[in-house]
């Protein structure tokens, strides 16, 4: 048998006289805390020694209103007692307990209305309810209606019970060794030689200590403010805006028409609220029409100002971009956005109606798709993927575009985002001359692969034993 610690020992001589008890009582005889008891007996108990019982216990306790009517009776009790022949409706409404009292008269048929006369049902009693209050139990409706009131609340106990077994009881008759045991040497011990014959506490290395819980930040945040970092050594800015963005910005400065499906209702939060567009919209008018100055034929039709002044929740940061862009037309630019957008989604496992979204921007004169390219490129060998790779694709206000991959061992190819370099009918207006590279990614894709996730609502929940067993710092290989 494993050797006991001196505390384990003085349990159980304390066990033998008597046999069970809980921990605190334990733990006044042994001149210890309840928590320390209750280890010392799973030690023992580890070793057949003695045995544990935790024992939950529900009890009812009153809230402050519950106090109150503990002591004056529920609110329909007293407005029950009110009630006397010819007693009005006007006369009720001016008791105290009226407001609370009435409906739930009304509710258990205890009362009937008649214009304004007001009159009790035949044999109508509260003291059922009363009986409840005075005495809850667990298994009682009326208490749980009580306790969704706000009257009671439900608290539960815990107690420890512990005992010594035959095994115990033996190993005590055979002799335990009581003396006080040295834990830690003292200068003077070691210099002496005391240390020799003094009682050494053993230890067993085998044992592990107890986990330790340090506060730290949410995995999901970590990500991001790693994203941002790598943005940052690679020269890059931050752009900051609002949630709230008028739809010039959102969607008609980024040349997409005013009848895309992306705007209807099923993708896009819409608000009452409108703003004046900005000076100079009437190239982008133009633009969406017939083309404006360009080679462009824009998207026909007839551009609507009232359209474009109405507010929307952000569907994307390239609203933040295009801003700094018509703000700081000349180069060189280079920046970034890491923000929350919105959408009507149905939510589920891979799907959220809020998420966010990281935005670059690079404009200089003579660069180039092949920039574009190396950028992405690096950024996600920074982020931990090895394989990276690119594929054409579509979207309204880059030509070319591309979608990036990134390849996760024991998953394959996984797309991360869309890239491509704005074209001529969104940099035409703002008075740009120069190519402007820009890409996007979802943030939380990223998240749900470093952090082995099923389920991205994983990302936005406080879920403590979630929070303790993601590692503070991960050592990626190959995306994961």
């Known amino acids: ?55 939950v216990a529900k009890e009812f306790v009153y809230t402050d209103e519950g106090k109150e009517y503990a002591q004056n009776g529920l609110p329909e009790t007293q407005l029950l007692r009110f009630i006397l022949p010819g007693t009005t409706l006007a006369d009720l409404q001016k008791h105290n307990a009226f407001k609370i009292g009435f409906g739930q008269l009304r509710k258990k048929g205890l009362v009937k209305v008649d214009g304004t006369s007001v009159t009790k049902t035949p044999g109508a009693s509260t003291d059922a309810d009363e009986a409840s209050l005075k005495n809850p ?99 890059f800015i931050e752009l ?23 705007r209807e209702m099923q993708d896009t939060f819409y608000l009452r609220e409108t703003l004046p567009l900005p000076p100079g919209y009437e190239k982008v008018k133009a633009m969406h029409e017939c083309g404006g100055e360009t080679s462009s034929t824009g ?23 295009i801003q700094h862009l018509a703000r700081n037309p000349n180069p060189p630019v280079k920046a970034f956005c890491i923000g929350r957008v919105y959408r009507r989604e149905t939510i589920d496992t891979t799907h959220l109606a809020e998420f966010e979204q990281l935005e670059g921007i690079v404009m200089d004169e003579g660069v180039t798709f092949g920039n574009l390219l190396g950028i992405l490129r690096e ?40 890239a491509g370099i704005f074209r001529e009918e969104v940099t035409a207006p703002l008075g740009i001359n120069y190519p402007v590279l820009a890409w996007g990614l979802g943030v939380s894709r990223i998240a749900m692969l470093r952090l082995g996730l099923k389920d991205l609502r994983y990302l936005h929940k406080s879920d403590v034993a979630f929070l303790r067993k993601t590692p503070a710092l991960r050592h990626t290989k190959g995306g994961i």
């Not at 006991?4 to 921990?23: F, G, M, P, V, W």
């Not at 790779?389 to 394959?412: C, M, N, Q, W």
């Open 1 to 55: 048998m494993a050797e006991l610690t001196q505390n384990e020992k003085r349990l159980l001589a304390i066990l033998e006289s008597e046999k069970r008890a809980d921990a605190p009582h334990l733990a006044g005889l042994l001149d210890a805390t309840p928590e320390a008891v209750v280890q010392w007996a799973h030690l023992a108990g580890d070793k057949g020694l003695a045995t544990v019982e935790r024992v």
């Open 137 to 235: 139990s667990a298994a009682d409706q009326r208490t749980k209606e009580l306790i969704r009131r706000g009257i009671l609340q439900e608290s539960e106990t815990v107690q420890y019970k512990i005992a010594i077994t035959n095994e115990g009881l033996a190993l005590v008759k055979k002799g335990l060794d009581l003396r006080e045991e040295t834990g830690t040497l003292t200068r003077e011990q070691i210099l002496s030689g005391a240390w020799k014959t003094a009682n050494l506490r053993k230890y067993d290395v085998t044992k592990l200590p107890k986990k330790a819980y340090p506060g730290k930040i949410h995995p999901y945040q970590r990500i991001i403010a790693e994203m941002r970092e790598i943005l940052l050594e690679m020269g």
């Open 240 to 262: 900051y805006g609002g949630i709230v963005q008028q739809s010039y910005w959102n969607f008609d400065a980024l040349f997409q028409p005013q009848d895309h499906p992306a």
């Open 299 to 321: 998207w026909g039709g007839i551009w609507k100002e009232e359209k474009a002044e109405q507010c929307v929740l952000r569907t994307h940061t390239t609203s933040v971009s």
């Open 379 to 418: 950024f996600y060998h920074r982020m931990g993927f090895e394989g990276v790779r690119f594929k054409p694709s579509y979207y309204p206000y880059t030509e070319p575009s591309l979608d990036a991959e990134v390849y996760v061992e024991g998953i394959g190819w996984i797309e991360m985002g869309g």
